[in-house]
């Protein structure tokens, strides 16, 4: 039998009643761990708890500092990982631009983790990681993109930085493309078939990447004890095209 990769390990998920923080707590779960899954909505996190056998919830706004605090003091004890997926992107350009929800989002995006770096000392075993989530699909410039690509830029810079401040706590980030998750869903709302169509059609991985793909990813860096400071691409190769 194979051995239970993250047996007995405390995995924290800010942001884990839906798609990719969702799946990596269930697949967290299912390699041994003890899950706290945080949310805004208390009716998805208990949902989603009770899909993976949740060890403690917390509802709160994740940008709220206060909060966040609670959260990690009321932890049941030193936490292993801790996974950040809370947040959306912002895209729009600055001819419409709503700076109050572009602002909300560089909340969660670029301060958030920041936030959550002062809260991991001590709360936090040595050799476990913080894992923040940007993305790929900003690094060349178009119109609509300036807000996004600020996260995009930022976050690797940032990582690498914390990765020497935290340590030995390591400090990751997983950079991702589109992933077939709620969130992208209910951005593309009645495109989602088409978008999904043509990346089958133009990936070449020649399907669409999801919560799963991303999943195995990030419980492979909690593991993996050589990894910190880095960016790690996951987007079946779109940023190619
Ligand atoms: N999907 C993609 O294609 C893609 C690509 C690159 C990067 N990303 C990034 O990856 C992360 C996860 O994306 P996803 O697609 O899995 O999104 P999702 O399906 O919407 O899940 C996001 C999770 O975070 C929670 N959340 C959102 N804002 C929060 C806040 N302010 N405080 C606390 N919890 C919050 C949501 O629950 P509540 O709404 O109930 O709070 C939900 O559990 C996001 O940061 C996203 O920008 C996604």
Redesign the pocket.
Same mark, same amino acid.
């Given at each position: 039998m194979s051995e239970l990769v993250l047996a007995g390990q405390l995995v924290v998920?800010?942001?884990?009643?839906?798609?990719?923080?969702?799946?990596t707590a269930r697949r967290a779960h299912a390699e041994g761990a003890d899950v706290v899954?945080?949310?805004?909505?208390?009716g998805?996190?208990a949902r989603?708890a009770a899909d993976v056998v949740a060890l403690q919830t917390h /509802?709160?706004?994740?940008?709220?500092r206060e909060a966040l605090g609670r959260c990690f003091r009321g932890l049941p004890r030193i936490a292993d990982h801790v996974l950040?997926? /809370?947040?959306?992107?912002y895209y729009g350009t600055i001819a419409d631009v709503d700076l109050e929800e572009a602002r909300?989002?560089s909340? /969660?995006?670029l301060w958030?983790p920041v936030a959550v770096a002062c809260q991991a000392i001590g709360r936090v075993r040595p050799g476990g990681t913080l894992l923040f989530?940007?993305?790929?699909?900003a690094r060349r410039p178009a119109p609509g993109l300036t807000f996004a690509a600020m996260?995009t830029a930022a976050l690797p810079a940032m990582t690498a930085n914390l990765a020497l401040e935290l340590a030995p706590i390591r400090v990751n980030l997983?950079? /991702?493309?589109?992933?077939?998750?709620?969130?992208?869903a209910?951005?593309l709302g009645g495109d989602l078939e088409q978008r999904r169509e043509q990346l089958r059609a133009t990936l070449p991985i020649r399907r669409v990447?999801g919560?799963a793909d991303?999943a195995a990813l990030a419980v492979h860096i909690m593991t993996n004890e050589a990894l910190t400071g880095g960016t790690y691409d996951i987007?079946g190769g779109q940023q190619l095209l």
């Amino acid at each position: 039998m194979s051995e239970l990769v993250l047996a007995g390990q405390l995995v924290v998920v800010i942001g884990g009643s839906s798609g990719i923080g969702l799946e990596t707590a269930r697949r967290a779960h299912a390699e041994g761990a003890d899950v706290v899954l945080t949310g805004r909505d208390p009716g998805r996190l208990a949902r989603a708890a009770a899909d993976v056998v949740a060890l403690q919830t917390h /509802a709160f706004d994740a940008t709220d500092r206060e909060a966040l605090g609670r959260c990690f003091r009321g932890l049941p004890r030193i936490a292993d990982h801790v996974l950040v997926t /809370a947040g959306r992107p912002y895209y729009g350009t600055i001819a419409d631009v709503d700076l109050e929800e572009a602002r909300r989002s560089s909340d /969660a995006h670029l301060w958030l983790p920041v936030a959550v770096a002062c809260q991991a000392i001590g709360r936090v075993r040595p050799g476990g990681t913080l894992l923040f989530m940007g993305g790929t699909g900003a690094r060349r410039p178009a119109p609509g993109l300036t807000f996004a690509a600020m996260g995009t830029a930022a976050l690797p810079a940032m990582t690498a930085n914390l990765a020497l401040e935290l340590a030995p706590i390591r400090v990751n980030l997983i950079a /991702a493309g589109f992933v077939d998750t709620p969130l992208s869903a209910e951005l593309l709302g009645g495109d989602l078939e088409q978008r999904r169509e043509q990346l089958r059609a133009t990936l070449p991985i020649r399907r669409v990447v999801g919560p799963a793909d991303v999943a195995a990813l990030a419980v492979h860096i909690m593991t993996n004890e050589a990894l910190t400071g880095g960016t790690y691409d996951i987007d079946g190769g779109q940023q190619l095209l």
